[in-house]
């Protein structure tokens, strides 16, 4: 069974920057599609960040991130990364990684906390 492993999160000042890893256990990124997702308290998850493993490795982003956060990957490494910038308060949430859509098991995330 795929398992997928979250790590980098933190507690961050706004205008800040974090960097989060998506570690997968066997090698699934090719030829899927990956995304980066998070959840709010008390809000559904939702789909932050996405790139297509191969052909080029385009992404895609969800308005309230664009121009803030850039999602890549590490085939080789079976990796995957989202750099985080300009953080906002609004940002907290707990953040996941899983295929697009999100088909594989959950793993616990990396909860991110925007705060002064």
């Known amino acids: 069974q795929v398992q997928l492993a979250e790590s980098g999160g933190g507690l961050v000042q706004p205008g800040g920057s974090l960097t989060l890893s998506c570690a997968a256990s066997v090698s699934i990124f090719n030829p899927y599609v990956m995304g980066w997702y998070r959840q709010a308290p008390g809000k559904q998850r939702e789909l932050v960040a996405s790139?297509?493993?191969?052909?080029?490795?385009?992404?895609n982003y969800a308005d309230s991130v664009k121009g803030r956060f850039a999602i890549s990957r590490d085939n080789a490494k079976n990796t995957m990364y989202l750099q985080m910038t300009s953080l906002k308060p609004e940002d907290t949430a707990v953040y996941y990684c899983?295929?697009?859509?999100?088909?594989?098991?959950w793993g616990q995330g990396t909860p991110v906390t925007v705060s002064s």
């Open positions: 899983n295929l697009v859509p999100g088909v594989l098991p």
């Open positions: 790139i297509i493993i191969t052909h080029g490795g385009g992404t």
